[in-house]
């Protein structure tokens, strides 16, 4: 069952975002409905037009936590799944150290800059996780 004191909240969310972004109603209600569908959302649009301040607030205001990188064509997935972790490594396992990274189920909203510009190995890295809300990493299945 939905939380009734959620609808107020979210309005009052949208109202702080409609006062602060003018004219990205209906990017913001867009947001406020993939949110609470649990389902993601991809912005485009020419480079200044708010986008990346709007998901920063947006998280903001609904206290989310939050993960933001931005891919080029040379990022690596160590970047946004964590490195190796060396020492369990040494022990015969392959872990990533995952603090304040992408895999942390406690990161509620994940905003990825300019994926279009990703190379092929980050976006076949993503593709579990966009589907299928899981990441593997040495048989480990994460969820995320």
């Known amino acids: 069952m939905i939380d009734p004191t959620l609808a107020p909240k979210l309005q009052q969310v949208a109202r702080h975002l409609e006062r602060t972004f003018l004219g990205k109603t209906e990017t913001i209600r867009l947001m406020l409905i993939a949110a609470l569908a ?3 959302m991809v912005l485009i649009g020419p480079p200044g037009t708010a986008k990346s301040a709007l998901v920063r607030m947006f ?3 609904v206290q989310a936590s939050y993960f933001e990188y931005l891919l080029t064509r040379f990022t690596e997935p160590n970047e946004i799944f964590g490195p190796i972790d060396i020492a369990a490594f040494r022990e015969g396992q392959y872990k990533r150290r995952t603090e304040s ?3 942390l189920p406690e990161s509620e909203i994940v905003f990825l800059d300019e994926v279009f510009k990703a ?3 980050i976006l076949n890295s993503l593709l579990s996780v966009l589907n299928e809300r899981v990441y593997t990493v040495g048989g480990q299945v994460i969820k995320v």
Do not use: F, I, V
Request: glycine share 8%.
């Open 38 to 40: 649990g389902e993601h």
């Open 101 to 103: 990274m992408l895999p």
């Open 119 to 121: 190379n092929s190995a």
């Open 59 to 61: 998280s903001k205001l």
